[in-house]
């Protein structure tokens, strides 16, 4: 007989056998940890099976009386005697009991658990009924909050460990990154300077119940929700200065000012491990910040998700023999500038090559490919996985042209930055060598007399695209022959 299973013989006639989980009930009406199972029903034929402590518990329950108990929780190794010697069989089919020992756990349980009620899965401030604001990696939710003076992001469902109701830990891990990130500014309560760590990251507002609170950003928002205008391609080698298209001039200005964010980031050891174009969110002045950090690690963090987890924008492809680094003792460190930095170069690649315009292109096997030329002539006729991951391995890169930092995503996709010192330094050449001027750290502007206001238009949803905020182009007179091949109507506000 396997450990733990035992046979129980209950009087009646029916013929069924109906799976109940034993477990206790909590003062609030939820269920508690998992006691046993049972198919014991009055009048069937029954099997119960004992289960410890650390089983997770299950959603609901069906009760029957102790006197059906055969084990409850059970110290590992041991199971309940039948009470007088009995024959092999004979215990197969006796009533077990309750010991003193077990109703006394069962007791503690329930008044722990009185103690400890369960936390809400949605924070009470959170506006359910507007539309979703944004999320992070599927698994954070970003709404409105109900004062409309904020943003409320919150996972929406909790995990059990050990037999417990736990808070998520995604919402643990946007919570803790962005706390750290303040003090290590100095900043102990998030309401001090507005919860503002660095311009290029958005403000944390404070800790919910569950959840935590974000600056109210408004339009345009996160890009994975944004139609962005086309960009004009290839772009010619002579092309510089008030010849460059504007979009790419607001490509610029978002690369730097992402990677300004993510300098600042790994001078305190944050490192993201999941930047994407949905850590992006875009200001109402077309500016740049990111957010999320759901998956990110600092100094004494546990790694988030194992080091399997899926990183986004790569198409499934390792990048682990370019980016991998080690400890002293040999294990490899998971989060680290040069992760980051690919994941960088992946989501500059998506915008320069209008991944998200009205109109994306094709790509091999109908998913994106950082390892396929843009010119559909050079696919394969059949998309295969592993030969993606052939010419990663050889780094056979998709090869942009220079205006479209092409070669700085290449070296950061192979591995080759130590550093996001190293990127900035490179991309501020490639945009000296094209004539742009850089202010500041990060900051690009679209001419000497005119603001990115000037250049381009917020759309709000509209038929064409009833979910997503569109940037568009102004049409306005003296902008370059070459930029006015992606401009479309201005269309004013609603």
């Given at each position: 007989m396997m450990y733990g299973q035992f046979m129980i013989r209950n009087s009646g006639t029916s013929k069924q056998n109906t799976p109940v989980f034993l477990g206790t009930l909590g003062a609030n009406g939820r269920p508690g940890p998992l006691l046993g199972i049972t198919c014991a029903k009055p009048g069937a034929s029954s099997c119960l099976q004992s289960r410890e402590a650390s089983v997770p518990t299950f959603a609901s329950w069906d009760f029957i009386t102790s006197s059906t108990l055969s084990l409850l929780r059970s110290p590992r190794g041991q199971r309940t005697r039948p009470s007088a010697p009995q024959h092999k069989m004979g215990a197969l089919f006796s009533t077990p009991q309750l010991t003193e020992e077990d109703q006394k756990r069962i007791e503690e349980d329930l008044a722990w658990r009185k103690a400890h009620p369960e936390l809400p899965c949605v924070p009470p401030e959170a506006d359910e009924s507007a539309p979703c604001y944004a999320s992070f990696l599927d698994q954070v939710r970003v709404v409105p909050h109900k004062d409309?003076?904020?943003?409320?992001?919150?996972?929406?469902?909790?995990?059990?460990?050990?037999?417990?109701?736990?808070?998520?830990?995604?919402?643990?891990?946007?919570?803790?990154?962005?706390?750290?990130?303040?003090?290590?500014?100095?900043?102990?309560?998030?309401?001090?300077?507005?919860?503002?760590?660095?311009?290029?990251?958005?403000?944390?507002?404070?800790?919910?119940?569950?959840?935590?609170?974000?600056?109210?950003?408004?339009?345009?928002?996160?890009?994975?929700?944004?139609?962005?205008?086309?960009?004009?391609?290839?772009?010619?080698?002579?092309?510089?200065?008030?010849?460059?298209?504007?979009?790419?001039?607001?490509?610029?200005?978002?690369?730097?000012?992402?990677?300004?964010?993510?300098?600042?980031?790994?001078?305190?050891?944050?490192?993201?491990?999941?930047?994407?174009?949905?850590?992006?969110?875009?200001?109402?002045?077309?500016?740049?910040?990111?957010?999320?950090?759901i998956q990110a690690t600092f100094p004494g963090a546990e790694l988030m998700g194992g080091e399997d987890f899926p990183r986004p924008g790569g198409g499934g492809i390792d990048f682990s023999?370019?980016?991998?680094?080690?400890?002293?003792?040999?294990?490899?460190?998971?989060?680290?500038?040069?992760?980051?930095?690919?994941?960088?170069?992946?989501?500059?690649?998506?915008?320069?090559?209008?991944?998200?315009?009205?109109?994306?292109p094709q790509r091999p096997g109908g998913i994106y490919s950082i390892v396929w030329p843009e010119d559909p002539k050079g696919w394969p006729e059949e998309w295969d996985y592993k030969e993606d991951e052939r010419r990663a391995r050889e780094k056979k890169f998709c090869q942009l042209e220079e205006a479209r930092l092409g070669p700085v995503l290449v070296k950061a996709w192979s591995g080759e930055y130590k550093n996001v010192s190293e990127v900035i330094c490179d991309v501020r050449a490639v945009l000296r060598k094209k004539g742009i001027e850089v202010i500041g750290e990060d900051e690009v502007l679209p001419g000497d007399t005119m603001s990115w206001g000037d250049m381009f238009t917020i759309v709000p949803p509209s038929g064409e695209h009833p979910y997503r905020t569109e940037i568009r182009l102004r049409d306005r007179r003296g902008l370059d022959s070459m930029s006015r091949m992606a401009i479309l109507p201005e269309v004013k506000q609603e």
């Open positions: 409309g003076t904020c943003l409320v992001a919150y996972a929406g469902q909790q995990v059990r460990c050990l037999g417990w109701w736990e808070p998520n830990p995604f919402d643990l891990r946007g919570v803790e990154v962005n706390e750290y990130i303040l003090r290590a500014v100095g900043v102990e309560n998030p309401a001090e300077a507005g919860g503002q760590a660095h311009p290029r990251i958005v403000k944390y507002l404070g800790q919910l119940t569950p959840g935590y609170k974000l600056e109210l950003f408004g339009k345009p928002g996160p890009l994975q929700s944004l139609v962005l205008p086309t960009l004009s391609v290839p772009i010619p080698d002579d092309a510089t200065g008030p010849k460059l298209p504007p979009v790419l001039l607001l490509y610029y200005r978002w690369a730097l000012q992402t990677l300004s964010a993510l300098q600042f980031l790994h001078s305190h050891s944050v490192y993201l491990r999941d930047f994407s174009c949905d850590s992006i969110w875009i200001r109402d002045n077309f500016s740049a910040a990111i957010t999320g950090f023999d370019f980016e991998a680094e080690y400890d002293e003792e040999g294990f490899q460190i998971y989060g680290t500038p040069r992760s980051d930095i690919c994941d960088w170069a992946t989501a500059v690649w998506e915008f320069m090559t209008n991944d998200h315009t009205a109109s994306p």
